[in-house]
C-alpha cells in the first residue's frame, strides 16, 4: 500500500504555486510524476527559447540568458555553500 501526497499536507506557497495554470501543472508533474518528465521539461524550454530566438531575432536568443544570470547566480552560490 503507498501513501499519495494529498494537496492539504503541502505548504500553502506549494499548493498556491501548483494551482498556476502551466507552470503550476508541469511543477507538479516534476515533482510527483515520473522521473522522464525532467527532460521533457527541459526539451519544451529549449524549444521555447529558439522560437523566440526564430520570432524575435537575436534579442529573442539573448533576453532569456540575461534573464537566467541570477538564478545561475543563486544556484552557483549553493553549490559552493555545500
Known amino acids: 500500500m503507498t501513501i499519495a501526497v494529498t494537496t492539504s499536507s503541502l505548504p500553502l506557497w506549494q499548493r498556491l504555486f501548483f494551482k498556476i495554470p502551466v507552470l503550476g501543472w508541469v511543477a507538479k508533474d516534476l ?4 522521473k522522464n518528465n525532467v527532460w521533457f521539461a527541459l526539451i519544451g524550454f529549449v524549444s521555447l527559447w529558439m522560437t523566440s530566438a526564430l520570432t524575435f531575432g537575436l534579442p529573442g536568443l539573448y533576453l532569456p540568458a540575461l534573464a537566467m544570470v541570477p538564478i545561475i547566480f543563486v ?6 555553500k555545500g
Open 75 to 80: 544556484l552557483l552560490l549553493l553549490i559552493t
Open 31 to 34: 515533482l510527483f510524476g515520473d
